[in-house]
């Protein structure tokens, strides 16, 4: 296991150089693993918010797009609203548009509609969308949303048409769409959009959110990347993908792509040189900073210098120092549809820009967006403060859980066809946790985490609602080694992982609960677990630890087989095509570690 520097661009400070206002000083190892070997940050709920479909498309709009990239995230008037970028198959193919789609509580959305779509150019090709920045909540409350019409075979090269701007109104509803920026240099002599400038608005109000916008060189900042052969001074500083966040001396620390950061003392009116942050990955996916509900401050990341996966987070206290890496999305499926520059991985993550609303949960969470292989998106709410540790013995039952809702402290990966949801056991029964799965090529994951620890004892409650299908249930290290493997078979029986062994341990019956109890002796040098099932043995002995640990560090329930990571660059057969329905439900979960 080599460490995080191995795999990170270290950036030497000379003596006689400035050092840089970011400096990363961990040295967690990194693997190529889907979950890059880190230890999740706890509690963190992952929710795919639209999943790319090529025959059966649930978009509004009746796309059948399967590149689908680049979101934003803003929350306005009670909704979480997204957009993101929507394409045919590879990056950078015409037509690609803007889609937009909402939540009222971030795990159920609405079906996108397109709000920005593709033109006709000239040339007889379509135009591309792109942006790095999607909205702008005005001085008044007014949201605006906006994107940028580029085209072939570059849609941020200072070759497009212009940035365009309309309103979202209180009902959801939009207003015209009006050119706020055109491009400096135009591709096409006599063509321009067919839209009206923002000045030609009727709307005084609209017109004078749209000035305000123009006027936040904070903001505008993140436009450059497209508009990058202009020349009239307009930009006070380059560069791609733009995130930012205001320093406890009032100060705003920027970050952009490839780790480059620096720091403005007048709202963007002028910035200190970029530099390369000490000891960051030189990656060209983005980077996300914010301040956190707690006062602290969290950097969203790919942390490596070339794969986009994991999806991690580290945090300072002021800035200056981040360290703390953990796994924010550590999930990497397949990739259904193949396609041109699809890179693999949750990647090009954004959150809520400061200015641009806080969810009812600030205080309590961090809300962020990105997409997965270049084809899904997603959400996660990251509870705070950011931690890869709890305290204490685990007793969970899920009745005091809302139904319909997330499990608070577990960590959920919840696919739109293998939803992970807090549940009614029937009319007025008990609240438990569901994992149902449809989906050909994923599966519904929740984790708990529990004190690192070599003793264990631990209990739980497992029902089947129907045969022919598998549920996983594993023990981790802080690493991912899983040395404790059962599972729910097919077949109908229950199976127990002895050195990489499955061993038959009875059968089991759908539709009737089954507790679980698990012992894992405290000495140091034990390497078995007892498994027991209704209160009796299911092995002649305990199972040995199929991967060797000194400790565990939580427990994963998974509706499907593990995977390490998924691969990509080919079409899957049936990938629209849901799977027969599974579902099991889980309650009673007891984790208690035992000293020697």
Request: contains cysteine; glycine residues 10%.
């Amino acid at each position: 296991m080599r460490s995080l520097s191995f795999f990170l661009a270290i950036v030497t400070v000379t003596a006689a150089a400035p050092q840089p206002p970011v400096i990363y000083t961990g040295t967690t190892a990194v693997t190529t693993a889907a979950d890059g070997g880190l230890p999740p940050a706890v509690g963190v709920h992952a929710v795919q918010v639209y999943r790319a479909n090529r025959t059966k498309p649930t978009h509004v709009d009746g796309l059948t797009d399967t590149y689908l990239h680049a979101p934003m995230l803003v929350w306005w008037q009670g909704y979480f609203y997204l957009e993101y970028l929507s394409g045919p198959r590879d990056e950078h193919q015409d037509p690609c548009s803007t889609s937009l789609v909402r939540s009222r509580d971030g795990i159920t959305w609405e079906a996108p509609r397109v709000i920005f779509p593709a033109i006709r150019l000239p040339s007889g090709a379509f135009t591309l969308a792109h942006q790095r920045m999607g909205f702008y909540t005005a001085p008044d409350g007014r949201l605006l949303v906006l994107a940028f019409y580029g085209v072939p075979p570059s849609p941020n090269d200072g070759t497009g048409l212009g940035r365009v701007v309309r309103e979202i109104y209180r009902d959801g509803s939009l207003g015209p769409i009006h050119v706020i920026r055109p491009n400096a240099r135009q591709p096409f002599p006599g063509f321009s959009l067919p839209y009206p400038l923002y000045s030609d608005s009727t709307d005084a109000e609209f017109i004078a959110a749209c000035r305000s916008l123009l006027a936040n060189k904070l903001m505008t900042a993140q436009w450059w990347e497209e508009d990058q052969l202009d020349e009239t001074g307009f930009y006070t500083v380059r560069g791609k993908a733009l995130s930012f966040a205001r320093r406890p001396d009032g100060s705003v620390l920027g970050v952009w792509k490839n780790a480059l950061v620096a720091v403005t003392a007048d709202e963007g009116r002028s910035w200190t040189e970029k530099t390369f942050a000490t000891g960051l990955p030189n990656n060209a996916s983005k980077y996300w900073l914010q301040r956190t509900g707690d006062g602290r401050y969290a950097l969203f990341f790919n942390p490596t210098n070339r794969n986009r996966h994991p999806l991690a987070v580290a945090t300072s206290a002021d800035t200056r120092e981040f360290g703390g890496l953990l796994s924010v999305h550590g999930e990497l499926p397949d990739q259904r549809f193949g396609g041109g520059y699809k890179n693999m991985g949750p990647q090009y993550v954004r959150g809520l820009v400061e200015g641009n609303g806080q969810a009812p949960d600030a205080a309590a969470a961090s809300w962020i967006t990105y997409s997965v292989n270049k084809e899904d998106i997603w959400v996660a709410r990251v509870p705070v403060p950011i931690s890869g540790k709890v305290s204490g013995p685990v007793v969970d039952a899920f009745d005091q859980q809302p139904a319909g809702g997330l499990p608070s402290g577990w960590n959920v990966y919840s696919p739109v066809w293998a939803p992970v949801r807090v549940v009614a056991e029937g009319p007025g029964g008990n609240h438990v946790l569901s994992l149902s799965d449809e989906d050909p090529y994923d599966y519904a994951r929740a984790i708990r985490v529990f004190p690192a620890t070599h003793g264990l004892r631990a209990s739980f409650r497992v029902l089947a609602r129907q045969p022919g299908t598998r549920l996983e249930i594993d023990l981790l290290d802080e690493a991912g080694a899983r040395p404790v493997r059962i599972a729910l078979g097919e077949d109908g029986r229950i199976w127990a992982c002895h050195e990489g062994q499955w061993l038959d341990a009875g059968p089991y019956a759908t539709g009737r609960w089954l507790r679980f109890d698990l012992n894992i002796p405290p000495e140091a040098d034990a390497d078995r677990c007892a498994i027991t099932v209704d209160g009796k043995a299911v092995l002649k002995r305990p199972a040995f630890f199929t991967d060797p640990v000194r400790t565990v560090h939580r427990i994963s329930f998974r509706t499907g087989l593990a995977r390490d990571r998924g691969y990509g660059g080919r079409d899957l057969p049936g990938a629209d095509e849901r799977s027969p329905r599974a579902e099991f439900l889980i309650d009673d979960v007891s984790l208690a570690p035992v000293g020697p």
